[in-house]
């Protein structure tokens, strides 16, 4: 396995789901039963997605050892996890295509804006501010508003580096090893509103040669820290192995203080934002092949036609994005 985390979460997975159950078993000992109770009881506490990703990588490492000694001879029976139907382990509602729909309205983007300012508000009048409700952290905003403004992932944003906004351009370069699947280099052209967010970003984080810093200023923060911090003030949606609900985390918030529209539509994460900035584009009359350049999706056709075809859309995308952020200004005003 080779992934940009350096395996982080395959190994946090396994330590946390499948070596505590099925460690000690001896691989010839293995079963499909013991393999499906790892899954289940993924299941039983809620993570149907966690619960696919683990059966995945089981698949991927038993496929492997059936091709090489001395795992290959150990598996007397077979390969166990080719007995796994994942679709009959996960929850009866659960979508396997994991193609999450949830857009914020625009009254939860306003109300979100709302939140921001009042728990500032809040902790700014506390007498003894040790005690106060933690405003949510400056990076984490911009963080948020970059996201929505711009459509880009979380992952890409988090490893931004200060050398690569130019802020007189209005322009952010992403690096090819910083892009998904590293397809090539990136260009995103930042709107009025976009870039008002980077310059309030360079007040807390100019000192640094990352825009996002770590908290020991070596390196960029962990790509996970902004979603956790949106979960964390989202608690009525988490669950704890059990089933039931999730227990404060040690040195972690533990509130609903980021719960919009009262939970009706449910928890929103960081991905969500890519996802509502592209839909407000396509209500703002972006055709939908800008949106998905813009996405930087790789786009459908034959290779003879990428080939040939190289003209940029700059102006395009410009104008895209630009109307994405008079819209967002207008509803946060």
Not at 248 to 266: E, F, I, Q, S, Y
Not at 274 to 296: F, K, P, Y
């Amino acid at each position: 396995m080779r992934r940009k985390d350096g395996n982080a979460e395959l190994r946090r997975s396994f330590g946390a789901d499948v070596l505590p159950a099925i460690g000690a078993i001896p691989i010839k000992d293995l079963t499909e039963h013991d393999l499906r109770g790892v899954l289940r009881v993924m299941v039983a506490r809620g993570v149907n997605r966690a619960a696919v990703m683990v059966r995945n990588s089981l698949t991927q490492m038993f496929a492997w050892a059936e091709k090489r000694q001395p795992w290959r001879k150990l598996l007397i029976d077979g390969n166990p996890m080719e007995l796994i139907e994942i679709e009959k382990i996960v929850a009866p509602d659960y979508d396997m295509s994991n193609e999450r729909d949830r857009i914020l309205a625009d009254a939860e983007i306003a109300e979100l804006q709302a939140v921001f300012d009042k728990l500032q508000a809040e902790y700014d009048a506390a007498p003894d501010k040790r005690y106060g409700t933690q405003p949510v952290a400056a990076t984490t905003q911009r963080a948020i508003w970059i996201m929505l403004s711009t459509l880009y992932r979380i992952g890409e944003m988090s490893m931004v580096r200060w050398k690569h906004v130019d802020m007189d351009a209005s322009e952010w370069f992403i690096p090819k090893e910083n892009v998904k699947d590293n397809l090539a280099d990136l260009t995103v052209y930042l709107s009025p509103f976009a870039l008002d967010q980077f310059r309030r970003l360079h007040q807390v984080t100019g000192h640094s040669d990352w825009c996002f810093p770590a908290r020991n200023n070596e390196g960029h923060v962990d790509s996970k820290s902004i979603s956790k911090q949106a979960g964390d003030r989202q608690s009525m949606f988490k669950k704890a192995k059990d089933g039931g609900p999730r227990a404060p985390m040690k040195n972690r918030r533990h509130d609903n203080t980021l719960v919009l529209g009262a939970g009706k539509t449910g928890a929103w994460t960081p991905h969500d934002l890519r996802r509502t900035g592209a839909t407000l584009m396509q209500r703002l009359g972006v055709s939908l092949d800008i949106i998905d350049r813009c996405q930087n999706h790789v786009l459908p056709g034959s290779k003879v036609r990428r080939h040939y075809l190289h003209h940029d859309y700059a102006d395009e995308k410009r104008d895209a994005w630009a109307k994405l952020g008079t819209h967002l200004s207008t509803v946060l005003k």
